[in-house]
């Protein structure tokens, strides 16, 4: 077998980089995949090698050949200049942040965002002096109104993983770049594979790899890519933080690449089923999910995605909070958990009036949020169904 030239690299699909990016046999050995290579210390062969910095590894804490294979892997599929790890999916939000951030600056956060980067933003940026404002996720270039002389960074989450919220990035990039600001994406819900960040504007791209990624709920880890402009500040920030994740992870992380296309297509598919179905339930008052033809983010999401993945939002009409528990306690098939992307089937109640501070979330009864797994469809809607039937039973 020829060894894959940087020409096809890049020719490639995106199915079969994802089968072949990150591996090489002349590493391995001969094995197919690439060892979780675990190690603090990396030796050297003599002084002249030490002292000429110029050898590959270092000290575990600078890489591994099997980090390398992920992030090699990870910004092609991304189309970035490079991509970091770190060991959970807000450590890649924190790192982003800490890389586009001195104290002084200004922060643009979506309202929409992951909640507990909130709490980052809220405490451990406001004590190294950097304020957040809040903005509305659909601000569009209504952005331009919002920039300071001194804001640095716009963050963009896009759909926002509870409300769904399809952002204009592109329109919010353009502001952001024309005011000197770095644009960082969390880009968990559509992956690279779906959601293109850099060639949409973004400068640095987030990924919870705990999703979708992995796929299998056994692990955590954090991504971020880079356009050419942000790595090399990034990687510094990354490397002096010296956080890297497992070496365990890592390797199962890359086993969740080679089929991340496949789940993903398919959580797609069960995810868009399981939508129309629970349209058109009499309990149900609107589904939230950008890929349904009359969702309010459809049109941007349209022109700017090309995929949706198992993850969406339902309202329910105005029911008794037990009515709610009756429904969800009883279900065999959905877990109750707070993450998403994996093969099984979750669904958890959601109130975003908590902590929202720029926009009034009402939707109108209570929210649930699922992810849709690879179980068959027909038995989702019968744990569903018993479930309805609990509810109108509690209410
Ligand atoms: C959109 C989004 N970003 C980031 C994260 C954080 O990922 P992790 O759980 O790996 O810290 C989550 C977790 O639920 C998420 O939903």
Not at 192 to 208: I, N, Q, R, T, Y
Not at 234 to 257: S, W
Request: hydrophobic share 40%; net charge neutral.
């Amino acid at each position: 077998m020829k060894k894959l030239s940087d020409e096809a690299k890049t020719r490639l699909r995106s199915r079969s980089r994802l089968v072949h990016l990150g591996r090489d046999a002349e590493t391995t050995l001969g094995f197919v995949n690439v060892p979780p290579f675990r190690g603090s210390t990396v030796l050297f062969p003599d002084v002249a090698t030490l002292k000429s910095r110029k050898q590959r590894y270092t000290y575990g804490t600078h890489g591994t050949p099997t980090t390398d294979a992920l992030s090699e892997a990870w910004s092609a599929i991304s189309g970035a200049a490079g991509t970091t790890l770190v060991p959970s999916g807000l450590a890649a939000i924190v790192v982003s942040l800490m890389t586009a951030l001195s104290a002084g600056d200004h922060l643009l956060m979506t309202d929409s965002a992951y909640q507990p980067a909130r709490n980052f933003c809220n405490d451990t940026l406001k004590r190294m002096g950097v304020e957040t404002t809040y903005y509305d996720p659909l601000v569009g270039s209504g952005i331009a109104a919002l920039m300071r002389p001194n804001t640095k960074a716009v963050f963009v989450e896009a759909p926002g993983s509870q409300s769904l919220e399809v952002q204009d990035i592109p329109a919010i990039a353009a502001s952001a770049h024309a005011h000197g600001a770095c644009v960082i994406a969390d880009n968990t819900w559509a992956t690279p594979l779906f959601f293109s960040p850099h060639a949409h504007g973004v400068d640095m791209a987030v990924e919870a790899g705990t999703k979708y990624l992995s796929g299998h709920s056994d692990l955590l880890l954090g991504l971020v890519s880079a356009n050419a402009q942000w790595f090399a500040r990034l990687a510094k920030t990354v490397d002096q933080m010296a956080i890297p994740p497992g070496p365990e992870d890592v390797f199962l992380a890359l086993r969740g690449l080679r089929t991340m296309e496949l789940r993903l297509r398919e959580a797609e598919r069960q995810g868009l089923a399981l939508a129309h179905w629970l349209k058109d339930r009499p309990e149900v008052l609107r589904v939230i999910h950008p890929a349904l033809p009359d969702d309010p983010g459809h049109a941007i999401w349209k022109r700017d995605f090309s995929g949706s993945s198992g993850l969406f939002s339902v309202v329910l009409k105005p029911t008794p909070e037990r009515a709610v528990a009756a429904l969800l306690d009883g279900l065999e098939l959905f877990g109750m958990g707070y993450s998403w992307g994996g093969y099984e089937s979750l669904v958890i109640p959601f109130d975003c009036t908590n902590y929202r501070t720029a926009t009034r979330w009402a939707p109108g009864g209570p929210t649930l949020r699922f992810s849709v797994g690879l179980e068959d469809i027909e038995d989702l809607k019968e744990d569903l169904d018993r479930g309805f039937q609990r509810l109108a039973a509690a209410a």
